[in-house]
């Protein structure tokens, strides 16, 4: 079990989101801050794997000219 000290401001916030009935209790508060904390970690993992792949492709001379990137964009607007 995780004893954590929030600080009096997150307190407070904590137990206003249980005393207004969106959560049953501290820990249901806890948990699902943790889980969006999971999944911002997710998203940036991946973010940071497609920058590492792009870079992979530059490196490898896997890319295209400007221009042709922005015709391309310009085409689809």
């Given at each position: 079990?995780?004893?954590?000290?929030?600080?009096?401001?997150?307190?407070?916030?904590?137990?206003?989101?249980?005393?207004?009935?969106?959560?049953?209790?501290?820990?249901?508060?806890?948990?699902?801050?943790?889980r969006?904390?999971q999944?911002?970690?997710?998203?940036?993992?991946?973010?940071?794997?497609?920058?590492?792949?792009?870079?992979?492709?530059?490196?490898?001379?896997?890319?295209?000219?400007?221009?042709?990137?922005f015709?391309?964009?310009?085409?689809?607007?």
């Amino acid at each position: 079990m995780i004893s954590a000290d929030l600080g009096q401001q997150l307190e407070g916030f904590v137990t206003n989101l249980v005393e207004s009935g969106r959560y049953n209790s501290k820990s249901e508060v806890l948990r699902e801050g943790v889980r969006l904390v999971q999944e911002r970690e997710a998203r940036l993992a991946a973010l940071d794997a497609s920058i590492a792949r792009g870079l992979d492709d530059a490196a490898a001379g896997r890319t295209l000219p400007a221009g042709a990137v922005f015709d391309r964009l310009e085409s689809k607007i």
